[in-house]
Each structure stands twice: as C-alpha cells, then as structure tokens.
C-alpha cells in the first residue's frame, strides 16, 4: 500500500483533533487514577488481613497442607469405616475410631450411620426452610408488585419488609432462637427461612412484574376480584420460574444450613467442625466426602428439575 | 354469544379430549404435590419433634431480649434503716461512680421512686407502698417477711418472704424486709458515645464541642480532640474501635475473596469456555475444577484455612475466593460458551492476532456481564463473610456470636447488627448503581 503525506488540517481539524487528544487524555487519566486506587486499596486490604489475621500469611504458607497431610487416612477402608459406622480395628477406647457410636438404630438390628442421619438432617433443614420461604415469599410477592398494586405505600412496606428480611444477619436470628429454644436445627430452620423468605419475595416480585398482563386483563373484564385474577391470571404463568428460583434456594439453603449447622445449629456441619477440631482424621474425611457427594447430587438433581420447569432459561444468571 | 346446543357441546368435547379428559396425572397432579408437601412437613414435625421443642421454648425470654436490644435497666438497692433509707448502686453502674438521678427522690426518711407519671414506689424502714395507676399496694416490712396489705393487684406477686411489684416496660423492684433492689428500665443505649471513666462523661454537646475547640487540656500529654476520640474509640461497654476493626476485616474479606476470584476465574474461564478454546480436555478438566471448588463448600474451605492461617480474615479471604472462583468460572465460561460470534469472526477476518481476537471481538462483549456478576456476588459475601467468621474466621461474625452466647449484651448485638444492615444496604446501593450503569437501561 503506498502512502501519501497527510494532508494538512483544516483550522476546524486541527480544534477537532486537539479536542480528541485531550480527551483520550483525560480518560487515560482516569483510568490511572482508578488503576493506583484500586491498587492501593487491594495492598492495604491484604496487608491489614495480614496484620489482622493469628497466623500471618508467609509464615503459614509451608504449612498449607500440613492438615491436608494429617487428613490421609491409615489404610483405604478406614474412610468407609467411619462414613458406615462400622468397626475398626484401631479401636482403641477413644472417640478417634470408634465408629460404632452414634448409630441410629432404626428398627432393631438395622441402623442408619451417624452422619447419614446428620445429613439427612441438614437436608431436612434447608428443603423445609426453602419450603416456609416459599410459601411466605409467594404471599407477599404479589403485594409488591407494581402491576398488581396500585397503592405506593403498600408496595413500599412489602419491599422494605423484604429487605430487611434478606438482609438481616442470618447468624443473629439463629443466636436469638437458640437463646429462646437452646441450640439445635430448629433455630437453624429459623435463621435459613427467613432469609428465604426475603430471598424469594424478591425474585418472585420481579417475575411477577414481567408476567404477561392480558390473562389479567381479561379475567378483570368479566368481573373477577383481585384474588381471582392473581390466582388464575398470574399463577399460572409464574409458576414454573417460581418453582426454578425455589430450587436455585434449595441449592444454596443447602450450603447454608451445613455452614449455620457449624456455629451450633447441628446437623451435618457441627460434626464436621467438632471433628476438625479433636483432630479425628477419617471420621473428617468421611464428612467431607458425604457432603461433597449431596452438594452435587442436590446440584444436579436441582438443574435436572429445573431444566424440564422451564428450559435452558432456567440458566441464564438470574440477579 | 349463542347459546350451544348439547350437540355442539358433545361435538367440542370429542374433538379436544385432552382439554376436556385429561390423563389422570396432569389432573390430580397439584393436589398430589400438595399432599405429598402436607406428609412431607408433619414428617419433619416429627423428625425435628418441632412441637415439643417450641412447646419447651422460653418465650418469656423473647420479649426481654428484644428488650435488651433497645434499652438498658439501672440497678439499685434500697437498704430501710431507721434513720432514713440508704440507697447504693453496683460498682460499675450506667450512671457513674457518684449517682444521683432525677428518678430516686430522698424526701426526709422516705425515698421515692418513680417509674412513670402515674407508677412509683414509696419505701421507708416500716412500709412500701406502690403505686401504679389508680391502685396502689402497701406491703409491711416486718421482720419476717413482707406483708402485703390486702389483696395483690395482677401486677404484684409473693413468694415466700419476697413481694415482687412489676411496673412494665419501666421497671420493677422485689421487696424483702432487708432491701428492695429496684431495677429501672430507660429506652436507648446508655453511655453510647463516652463511658464513665471518660472525662467528657455526662456532658452536653456543646460542652464537649467547646471542651475540644477551646478547653483547659485535661490530659496534658494530649490534646483534647485526640482525648476525646481515644475515649470513644476504647469505650469499655460498646468497644467501637473493636468493632468497626471487626467490621472492616469482614468487608475486607468480601471484597478481596471477590477480587481475587474474578481475576482468576477470568483467565480459567476462556480456557474452560468451548468456543474460545477448542481442545475438549482443557475445558473438560477446567469445567471439572470449578466444579469441584464449588461443591467443596465455603464451610470446609473456611475451616480448612483457619487450620492453616488461624483465624482471621486470612481465612476468611481463601474461602472466599476457592469457593467463588468455582462459582464466578462456571458463570463466566457459560457466559463466554453464549457470546454472539460475529463480532469475533470479524476481527478475526481483518487478520487480527489470536490475543487481539479476544481482546476486540470477546471483551467488549463479556466485561459488563462479567462485572456485574463479580458485584452481585461481592454483595452477597459480604453476607457470607459473616457467618464463616461465626467459624471462626474472623470479623464481625465471631464478634457477633460471642455477645450473643453470653445472653446478656443484646445491645451491643443490636448495635452490631444495624452497622451490618448499613453495610449491606450501601453495597447492595452501589452494587445496583454500578450494575444498571454497566448493563444499560435495556437490560431489564
């Protein structure tokens, strides 16, 4: 390609170019200024972790996986050993391995492992907190929707009352049930639910204002009330993303019991930190293992069901 | 409308059985959900045995805790002796070292309390009457007991030698011949800003803002602002300075967990991504790994890290960014696997280098999608943050669940809880503005 010399600019040019230069300038500018804030703010960020943290971090580093190692267990069965309960033969008088405890007998001679049922109920935790969430967040939604009603004030209150609901600390509705209750899965189910309840009401509200107004319509036009037209006007046709966002809870209520199960709400979780913490390497393993499996048996059963609700839609990131 | 003749209506009914017959299954199948939810929840009734655990519950205890999040009570003993009654405070009461409120009056050898317009308690060495409302009880101090006079109101009980007279919100006092400890309810946080052992303690606004602008040095090895901020700072019942410390290392933990699993994850997920890397192993066993960071859950990431770093926001941070680097690399490779190709392909046509490609034909796509899930979620840790630092992991959480095991400091729960509401409430803020100006008005 051969090239001529640039022309000369025009007066009008020469102003035209000067104006972009400098605002190329001042966005590279403030590219630059975001850039050394941002990295000013992550080197102090990390340094005040560190400072801030027991261990500090180049200290601990070489004994990342000292506990990694502890985990190895001393021959292959012993994991199964302890996820089934059964005998060791390291049985030495002390909790370490004796498996055998805690079964749940479940009728005679047949037992459910201990951490089976532990999981069973951590399960049972999240899949009746995502269930009060559901049916709370599915009453109050409809009240919140703006093209369902008209008064402000009502939608403001049920907006509001949602937030709080989802944003208040799950940690403190457990602590104030398990102060009143004492500690255990119901206080758990508590703190789980409610969170659910504002998770939900605000998913579900925002399918409700994209539903498709002409069943409303319709249904306002041969004299149906209010309760009619969201029953067979709206329902229908938010159902199926109702139950998919429900599902996506129950995938993370799941993660969330274990983790609420592990600062005193049972289940899966405390076992899993109490075994942390006496230093009972397979019994560790074996909880690890067991959660490891439900999350992704949970996981993909959930996709599955979701995918027959509603299409591959049900996988476009919903906020 | 005409009306349909039996005819018509058969005729209709034929030609669209599945409307008018449908399959048992499709017809009875809420009601079979429903009842299958019903069994369901009275079988966690029982697995739970959720009856007998609220039956068993404490729910007195519910409305003095929710109490204690809003108000505190002052304790005093009043001690009837023949030469008028003495009245004493704990050694370290809400009211300072020399108390004398307005609620306790000393009238000759009688002391009044008040506990309201219409509610006070009137106590000398042979009698204490309380009032409340129109009715009032007079109790006797004899030397065996307290002798209430007549019958009790449905606001006084006795047991044994001990007549308890309860005012409501404001208070009540248990009377026994020796003493009446009074405990006296005010609404608010006491000594919020500046403890008892402050020297600004008990003043005004104004005196401190002079105190501070223009004041003798209390301390002469520092100037009065740094007095009174280092006062504030280490005020022994509320322990600010803990707490907003505890505060920022779980805002710290969420933003550098985030941070740090958008980063990486951005790299893995172009590799994981089919279309942008087209070896099927690479994707396979970077789809594999997210997976599995994902599924070890936060909960075992958070303990296994405060084994190895101690607790702290080190800890925090890890978990953080192990289990949101699965999470963030699976949204952004199935974000990457459903970009349009036409942008790609035409910069690829006007022979652009492979990283160019990316650069123009991918990037300008994917980075708001990108960024707007990196904040959602960096607002959603923030919450996380939390409960693992309950696990010890640091922060506000670990703060938060000590003060609540002691059942006692619900105010300093309460005070804890509205900073993380406002957290969470100005990050969820920004989160939305940055994601509604990253994602265009067209998003929705």
């Known amino acids: 390609m051969s090239r001529t010399a640039p022309a000369e600019l025009s007066s009008d040019g020469i102003q035209i170019e000067r104006h972009w230069q400098e605002l190329a300038g001042r966005r590279r500018a403030y590219s630059w200024i975001i850039a050394i804030g941002l990295l000013v703010t992550i080197t102090g960020s990390l340094w005040f972790a560190n400072e801030s943290n027991a261990g500090k971090f180049f200290d601990r580093l070489p004994h990342l996986f000292d506990f990694a190692g502890d985990l190895i267990p001393r021959d292959g069965w012993e994991v199964w050993r302890a996820m089934f309960d059964l005998p060791s033969p390291y049985f030495d008088g002390s909790l370490k391995y004796d498996y055998p405890e805690g079964r749940v007998y479940l009728f005679s001679g047949f037992y459910m492992p201990e951490y089976f049922y532990k999981m069973l109920e951590t399960l049972n935790i999240a899949i009746l907190a995502t269930l009060v969430g559901f049916i709370f967040g599915f009453m109050i939604c409809f009240a919140a929707a703006k093209n369902l009603v008209k008064n402000r004030l009502i939608r403001f209150v049920a907006r509001r009352y949602m937030e709080i609901l989802r944003a208040f600390p799950e940690i403190v509705i457990a602590g104030f049930f398990a102060a009143i209750l004492s500690l255990g899965p119901i206080p758990a189910m508590f703190a789980v639910g409610i969170h659910t309840i504002g998770a939900l009401g605000k998913l579900f509200f925002e399918v409700v204002e994209n539903a498709d107004m002409k069943a409303d319509e319709g249904l306002r036009a041969v004299g149906a009330n209010w309760i009619e037209r969201v029953g067979f006007g709206i329902v229908p046709q938010v159902m199926p993303n109702f139950m998919s966002y429900a599902l996506l809870r129950l995938e993370i209520n799941v993660r969330a019991s274990t983790i609420i199960g592990a600062v005193g709400g049972g289940g899966i979780g405390e076992e899993l930190r109490l075994s942390i913490g006496r230093g009972h390497q397979a019994k560790t393993l074996a909880i690890i293992l067991l959660l490891f499996v439900t999350i992704i048996a949970v996981d993909q059963f959930s996709a599955w069901l979701r995918r027959r609700l509603i299409g591959d839609q049900a996988f476009a990131f919903g906020g | ?444």
Request: proline letters at 5%.
């Open chain 2, 1 to 444: 409308m005409n009306a349909m003749t039996a005819d018509a209506i058969a005729d209709f009914e034929l030609r669209h059985p599945a409307v008018f017959n449908p399959p048992f299954w499709r017809r009875f199948l809420p009601l079979l959900i429903a009842a299958g939810i019903v069994a369901y929840v009275f079988y966690c009734w029982w697995f739970f045995s959720i009856g007998t655990v609220l039956a068993s519950g404490q729910w007195q205890r519910a409305e003095l805790y929710a109490r204690d999040w809003v108000s505190y009570a002052i304790r005093t003993t009043v001690r009837p002796t023949p030469t008028g009654p003495t009245v004493s405070y704990p050694r370290f009461s809400e009211l300072g070292d020399n108390p004398n409120p307005g609620w306790v009056v000393k009238n000759g050898n009688d002391v009044t309390i008040v506990f309201g317009l219409d509610k006070s308690l009137d106590i000398n060495d042979q009698r204490v009457i309380a009032t409340r409302g129109s009715e009032s009880l007079t109790v006797l101090l004899a030397t065996d007991g307290a002798k209430p006079q007549g019958t009790l109101p449905d606001w006084a009980t006795l047991k044994e030698d001990q007549v308890t007279v309860n005012f409501g919100f404001a208070g009540q006092a248990d009377i026994i011949p020796q003493r009446v400890v009074v405990s006296r309810r005010f609404f608010g946080w006491a000594n919020f800003v500046f403890d008892t052992a402050s020297p600004f303690w008990g003043k005004s606004f104004g005196e401190v803002a002079s105190l501070i602008t223009n004041g003798e040095r209390i301390k002469p090895e520092m100037s009065n602002a740094a007095l009174a901020f280092d006062n504030i700072w280490f005020n022994s019942s509320w322990q600010h300075g803990d707490v907003w410390t505890k505060l920022l290392q779980t805002i710290v933990m969420a933003f550098m967990g985030t941070l740090m699993a958008s980063l990486l994850s951005f790299p893995l997920a172009f590799i994981a991504a089919r279309n942008i890397t087209p070896n099927f192993f690479a994707n396979q066993i970077t789809k594999r790994f997210f997976d599995f960071l994902r599924s070890v859950d936060m909960l075992i990431w958070a303990l296994f890290f405060t084994r190895a770093f101690g607790p702290g926001p080190l800890a925090g941070i890890s978990a953080i960014f192990f289990t949101d680097t699965g999470t963030l690399g699976k949204v952004y490779s199935e974000t990457l696997e459903n970009i349009d190709d036409k942008q790609r392909e035409g910069v690829k046509s006007v022979g652009a280098s492979p990283a160019n490609v990316q650069r123009y034909g991918v990037l300008p796509q994917v980075l708001p999608v990108f960024a707007s899930q990196a904040l959602y979620f960096w607002e959603s840790n923030t919450r996380s943050a939390t409960i693992i630092g309950a696990m010890g992991a640091g922060g506000i959480g670990l703060k938060l669940w000590e003060a609540m095991r002691t059942n006692t400091n619900w105010h300093n729960v309460a005070y804890m809880v509205v900073l993380i509401l406002a957290v969470i409430f100005i990050f969820d803020g920004i989160s939305n503005a940055l994601r509604s100006r990253l994602a265009g008005k067209s998003h929705h």
